[in-house]
C-alpha cells in the first residue's frame, strides 16, 4: 500500500522535465501528489538560465518551505543548484538535500540518506534504460537527444554548468521510443541545447538527418517534431530532410535571438545576417511549414539601429511564432563584463517587439481560416465544458497554444485521438474548428 507521498516541482525548459521524469521514475513508490504540504518528500527541480527562471526557483522553494510539514524532505536539483551550489548550501539552510544535474537517477538513494549535498561531476544524460514516468500526457512525450552545448554565445551561461556537447547515440534513442510507443505514446518532441549539432561528438556529420531515418522506421509513430535549432549548425539539407519527412512535422523552431550584422557578431553566433536569413527562407519555402523563433532585446551594445533592423526584419518576414526576451546579464558570460543598456530602453524594445509579435501571430493565425487540419483533441476547453480544445499536429505541445473546437459533428469523443477538423473562424487570437472525421489510429 502506498503511504509515502511525493511533491515535485519542474521548473524551466521541458530538457528539465525530462529529468524530473527520470526522477519520478526512481520513485514510483511514492504517491504523488498535488499539494506539497501533505508530502513527506518534495523535490523542487529548478531552472538557473536567466535571472526571472532564478527568481521563481528561489521563491517556489522559500513558499514550500513555509507551508511544509514536520519532519518531510525538501530536495533542490537541477541548473540552478548546480549553478550556484556553494552559495546556495550557505544560504538555504531551509534546504534538506541538495543535487545537481548529474544525480537524476540516484535521487532515491539520496532521500534514503535525508541529508547532504551531492554533486557528481558528469551531467546526467537520459538513456533507453533510465526509468521514467511520462507527467502531461498519454500520448505524447518528449525525447532528449543530447546535453550540453558546443555554442559560445555571449550571453548564454548554459555551458558553464552543463558542459559540451553529449549525445546519446541513434540506437539509444530508437529503443527509448520503441519502448515509449509500446506503452500507447505515439507524438514524441525531439530536444536538445542545439539539435541541429546532435551527433557531431560522436563524429556523425549529419546525425539529426540519420536520426530522422531511423526515426521514420518505427511504427506506431502518427507524430514527430524537432525542437532548437541552432543557425551555424542547420545546413539546407537538415531543412529538405524535415519538409521531405512524412512524420516528421515541417516545423522550425530556430531561435535568431538578433538580425543585425554586428550585434550577431557582438552575440557570437557565428553565422551573419546573411546566411541565416537564407536559411529561414529555405525553411519559409516549404509547403505549410510553422517557424519559430526567440529574439532578445536589450543585449550590451545593440544600437537604436541594430533595434530597428530587427523590427524591420520581424515585420517582413512574419514568423508564426516568436518569443521575446529581456537581456539578462548572466556571470561566467563574454556579455557580463560590456557597458549594460538602461532597463527602461529594454523595456520599451520589449514591448514594441511584443506590439510586433500579437501583429504577426494574428496574420499566422488568419492563414489557417477555412482549412482542413489534422488536429489531437486534447480535453475540455478553458472557455466552457461544451467547448473542446485541440492542438494541430503541426503546433508543438505546450507551446504554440491551442484552438476550439465548437462543433463535434456528433462524432465520438476521444480524448488524445486525431481528428480532421475545418478552421472556421477567428475570435481574438483563438480560432475555432468543426471536427470532420476522426483518423484511424491504425
Known amino acids: 500500500m502506498l503511504n509515502k507521498k511525493l511533491h515535485l516541482v519542474s521548473l524551466g525548459c521541458t530538457k528539465n522535465l525530462v529529468d524530473s521524469e527520470v526522477m519520478l521514475g526512481r520513485l514510483k513508490e511514492y504517491e504523488i501528489i498535488d499539494n506539497p ?5 518534495i ?3 529548478t531552472c538557473g538560465f536567466i535571472d526571472p527562471a532564478k527568481e521563481e526557483s528561489i521563491s517556489t522553494i522559500l513558499n514550500i518551505h513555509q507551508e511544509r510539514k514536520k519532519d518531510s524532505i525538501l530536495v533542490m536539483s537541477g541548473c540552478l543548484s548546480e549553478r550556484y551550489k556553494e552559495e546556495l548550501q550557505k544560504s538555504l539552510p531551509e534546504i534538506d538535500i541538495f543535487t545537481g544535474v548529474g544525480d537524476y537517477e540516484q535521487i532515491d538513494k539520496l532521500i534514503a540518506q535525508k541529508k547532504g549535498a551531492v554533486f557528481s561531476p558528469e551531467v546526467y544524460l537520459i538513456n533507453e534504460n533510465s526509468p521514467r514516468v511520462i507527467t502531461g500526457s498519454n500520448t505524447h512525450a518528449y525525447i532528449k537527444i543530447a546535453e550540453g552545448c558546443n ?4 550571453f548564454c551561461a548554459i555551458p558553464s554548468f552543463k558542459g559540451r556537447l553529449h549525445s546519446r547515440t541513434i540506437d539509444s534513442i530508437v529503443k527509448e521510443v520503441k519502448s515509449l510507443v509500446d506503452r ?3 507524438e514524441f518532441s525531439f530536444i536538445s541545447q542545439d539539435s541541429s549539432s546532435f551527433g557531431r561528438d560522436l563524429g556523425l556529420k549529419d546525425g539529426l538527418i540519420d536520426m530522422i531515418k531511423e526515426i521514420e522506421q518505427i511504427d506506431g509513430i502518427k507524430v514527430a ?9 542547420t545546413s539546407f539539407e537538415l531543412i529538405d530532410a524535415i519538409a521531405e519527412s512524412k512524420l516528421f512535422q515541417t516545423y522550425y523552431d530556430m531561435p535568431i535571438q538578433q538580425i543585425d550584422d554586428s550585434m550577431l557578431k557582438i552575440m557570437k553566433r557565428g553565422f551573419g545576417e546573411k546566411k541565416t536569413i537564407e536559411l529561414l527562407e529555405r525553411m519559409k519555402s516549404k509547403p505549410n511549414a510553422f517557424i519559430r523563433t526567440s529574439i532578445i532585446a536589450g543585449h550590451p551594445q545593440e544600437t537604436q539601429k541594430a533595434f530597428n533592423r530587427v523590427c524591420e526584419f520581424l515585420k517582413e518576414f512574419k514568423f508564426d511564432r516568436f ?3 529581456y537581456y539578462s546579464n548572466e556571470e561566467n558570460t563574454t556579455a557580463f563584463d560590456m557597458k549594460p543598456i538602461d532597463n527602461e530602453i529594454i523595456e520599451d524594445r520589449v514591448n514594441i517587439l511584443e506590439e510586433i509579435e500579437k501583429e504577426t501571430t494574428q496574420e499566422s493565425l488568419k492563414k489557417m481560416l477555412n482549412q482542413t487540419i489534422d488536429i489531437i483533441l486534447e480535453g475540455e476547453s478553458d472557455e466552457h465544458e461544451y467547448i473542446l480544445s485541440a492542438r ?10 491551442d484552438i476550439l473546437i465548437n462543433d463535434t459533428s456528433d462524432l465520438d469523443i476521444e480524448f488524445g485521438a486525431l481528428y480532421k477538423a475545418k478552421v472556421t473562424e477567428l475570435v481574438g487570437d483563438r480560432l475555432l474548428a468543426t471536427l470532420i472525421s476522426k483518423i484511424n489510429n491504425d
Open 37 to 41: 504540504n501533505e508530502a513527506d518528500v
Open 43 to 45: 523535490i523542487v527541480n
Open 151 to 154: 555554442q559560445n554565445c555571449s
Open 184 to 186: 500507447g505514446f505515439y
Open 225 to 233: 517534431r524537432i525542437l532548437y535549432l541552432y543557425p551555424s549548425t
Open 323 to 325: 518569443n521575446v526576451f
Open 392 to 401: 494541430p499536429t503541426l503546433w508543438a505541445k505546450d507551446i504554440d497554444g
